[in-house]
C-alpha cells in the first residue's frame, strides 16, 4: 500500500541549479497534481496532469516544467531554481477531477539560497 | 478572483466542541473539502460536501450551504492528537481545487 510516493524529501539548491523531484503512485490514478505551500499559506496549484501524455498550467507555473510519460509518474523539473522556490512541494493523485479525495505523497522540502 | 476564508488560530480545551469555519467566493462550484495537516505531515483528507447540509464521520462532521457560500467542520470530543492545521477547499468550475490558508487548531489540556 504504497500510494503516493516522492522523492526526495529534502533537498538544498544553490540559485540557478536546476533539479526534478519524482512523483509515483500506484493506484492506477488518472489525476495528477504537483502544490506548493508556503508558511501561512494554502496549497497553491503548479502543474497537473488529466492522463498519461498530457499536462497542463496550474495558479503558479512560472519557473516550472513537468512531464507525465508513463500514467504512474509525474515529475516536477526546476530549470534554474531560484530563493523564491524555497518551499514545500507536494504531489497528490486522484481517480478523477471530480473525485472528492485528493491522495498525497508526504513532501518536499526544497530550500534555495 | 476566487478566495476561501477562515479563522487562521483556534483555541479549545481538550473534550470540547470546535466549529471551524470557512467561507468562499470562486468561479463555479461542485463541492466543498476538507483536509487535516500535521505539522511536518501531508493533507489527509477529512470530509466532502456536495450538496447542502450535514455530513457526519465519527466525530468529525461538515456543513455546507450552497446559498450563503458558507461551511464548517465541527470537531467532538477534541483529543490532543487533533491538534492540527484543517484546510478548507473549494471545486470549482475548471475541476481544481482552491485551498483557503488554514486554520490551526491548538488544543489545551
Known amino acids: 500500500n504504497a500510494g503516493v510516493t516522492q522523492t526526495p524529501k529534502f533537498r538544498v539548491l544553490k540559485t540557478g541549479q536546476s533539479m526534478t523531484l519524482l512523483c509515483a503512485q500506484d493506484m492506477n490514478h488518472e489525476y495528477m497534481y504537483w502544490y506548493r505551500q508556503d508558511p501561512g499559506m494554502g496549497l497553491r496549484l503548479i502543474h497537473y496532469?488529466?492522463?498519461?501524455?498530457?499536462?497542463a498550467k496550474g495558479e503558479v507555473p512560472d519557473g516550472y516544467n513537468v512531464s507525465r510519460l508513463k500514467k504512474q509518474n509525474f515529475l516536477l523539473g526546476l530549470e534554474s531554481a531560484a530563493p523564491s522556490q524555497t518551499s514545500v512541494y507536494f504531489c497528490a493523485s486522484n481517480r478523477a477531477p471530480t473525485n472528492e479525495k485528493l491522495f498525497f505523497g508526504s513532501g518536499t522540502q526544497l530550500s534555495v539560497l | 478572483g476566487q478566495s476561501l476564508e477562515q479563522p487562521s488560530e483556534v483555541t479549545a480545551v481538550e473534550g470540547a466542541i470546535v466549529q471551524i469555519n470557512c467561507t468562499y467566493q470562486?468561479?463555479?462550484?461542485?463541492?466543498l473539502s476538507w483536509y487535516q495537516q500535521h505539522d511536518g505531515g501531508a493533507p489527509t483528507f477529512l470530509s466532502y460536501n456536495a450538496l447542502d447540509g450535514l455530513e457526519e464521520t465519527g466525530r468529525f462532521s461538515s456543513f455546507l450551504s450552497r446559498s450563503d457560500s458558507y461551511g464548517y467542520l465541527l470537531l467532538q470530543e477534541l483529543q490532543m492528537k487533533d491538534s492540527a492545521s484543517y484546510f478548507c477547499?473549494?471545486?470549482?468550475?475548471?475541476?481544481?481545487?482552491?485551498w483557503g490558508a488554514g486554520t490551526k487548531l491548538i488544543i489545551k489540556p
Open positions: 477547499a473549494v471545486l470549482d468550475s475548471n475541476y481544481q481545487l482552491i
Open positions: 496532469s488529466v492522463g498519461e501524455g498530457t499536462t
Open positions: 470562486t468561479s463555479g462550484f461542485y463541492g
